[in-house]
Structure formats: structure tokens, C-alpha cells
């Protein structure tokens, strides 16, 4: 079973410096995301396992939650301990709080 947290928790580790990896599309996440959270589409994550931090634990967010609960069983078989989001970006944008557009890009 994968462990799931909500945004609030979520908030929580993210201010301790834990990594969020965003599964949703470029467009999807550059109309709004979690402010530092790495796009890595979930179409693209197979190709693209070795951009993956090397936490011990790891955060995974889309849109509702049903995108990141696949990446997150996806990781779960590469060796991968990951927390999917429950309710998602959208939740996090419900929550009142602040988000980021356009692209991190270092």
C-alpha cells in the first residue's frame, strides 16, 4: 500500500526541505504548481529515474492524485520509497495556498 499524506502534512515537509516531484504535463504545471516542486511528467518517468533525488523519502503530487498514485507503485518497483499526495495540486490550490507558474528552471 502506498502511504499518502494530505496537503497539509504535505506543507509540513516541504518547509524541512523534503522533494516534491510533479507528475501532471509541462502545460498542466506551468499553469500552476507547488512552489520547487520538479516537473517530471509521469509518461516520462521511466526514461528519467536518474533526475530522481536520493532521498530516503520522497513526495509525488498531480492534479487529484490519481497520476501520482500510479508514478508512486511505479517507483515502489524501481526501490523507491514515495508518498503520493492525496487530493493533489488542486487540493493545494483549494487550501488558500500560494503557488508558482511558467518553469523553475534551475
Known sequence: MI???DVEALSAVLDDGAVLI???MPDEYQEAHVPGAILIPLPELPERLGELPD???GYVICHLGG???KACEFLATQGYEMVNVAGGTQAWIESG???A???DLG
Do not use: N
Open 101 to 103: 507558474s511558467g518553469f
Open 67 to 69: 497520476r501520482s498514485l
Open 22 to 24: 510533479d507528475v501532471r
Open 3 to 5: 502511504p499518502e499524506i
Open 97 to 99: 495556498r500560494s503557488t
Open 55 to 57: 532521498e530516503s523519502v
